[in-house]
């Protein structure tokens, strides 16, 4: 038996209501470009719209005319999606809240998650919505799941709890070590002001 290997996501799929609510909520509030729509190959009474969330891939909504926006939570049984998180870099992380108060939607404000930033909203069908921002930036030729990866193994090894700026400070210290070399025999740290 051999894995099936996957590359990244290639799209997310979600039942959306009418066309014009869904257009409005991911690209303008969103602000996903909308790319092309067509109907649902699988259901000729749905459309099909397409939006780019930044970094090329596609989210996807199922529309129908006749769907109308509700305001509950979707499900969160077993089984059910939670929510859906987009990255956005700093500046905007810094305006999300002032951008979603003056559309008069309610949010968690922000949440220190250790290692990222977030701030959790609904999108006008009761899908929660959390919108994230990464508190480090990955070195040169690096991914942030590479970090993340070398932090989780620091913090095992520290017995804490979660992730900490610290663990993701000394995994970016060990992957620029290990992935580029230096002319220096030892690489520790020093004090010059001594």
């Known amino acids: 038996m051999k894995k099936i290997q996957t590359l990244g996501v290639h799209h997310i799929t979600l039942t959306g209501a009418d066309r014009q609510s869904s257009i409005d909520f991911w690209e303008g509030t969103l602000g996903m470009p909308f790319l092309f729509d067509q109907p649902n190959l699988d259901d000729p009474d749905e459309g099909h719209l397409y939006f780019d969330p930044g970094d090329g891939r596609l989210i996807t909504i199922f529309t129908n005319e006749g769907r109308r926006p509700v305001h509950d939570r979707t499900p969160t049984d077993p089984g059910c999606v939670h929510h859906v998180a987009f990255e956005v870099d700093r500046a905007m992380f810094d305006q999300v809240i ?56 620091l913090r095992v090894a520290r017995g804490d709890n979660n992730i900490l700026r610290a663990h993701l400070a000394d995994a970016c210290v060990m992957i620029v070590e290990r992935s580029q070399g230096s002319l220096s025999e030892d690489r520790g740290a020093r004090n010059p002001y001594a």
Do not use: N
């Open 98 to 153: 002032d951008r979603l108060e003056a559309r008069g939607v309610g949010h968690s404000g922000v949440k220190d998650r250790g290692f990222m930033h977030s701030i959790y909203f609904k999108d006008p069908l009761g899908l929660l919505i959390e919108l994230a921002c990464y508190t480090f930036i990955p070195p040169r030729g690096s991914s942030h799941a590479e970090v993340m990866l070398e932090a989780h193994k």
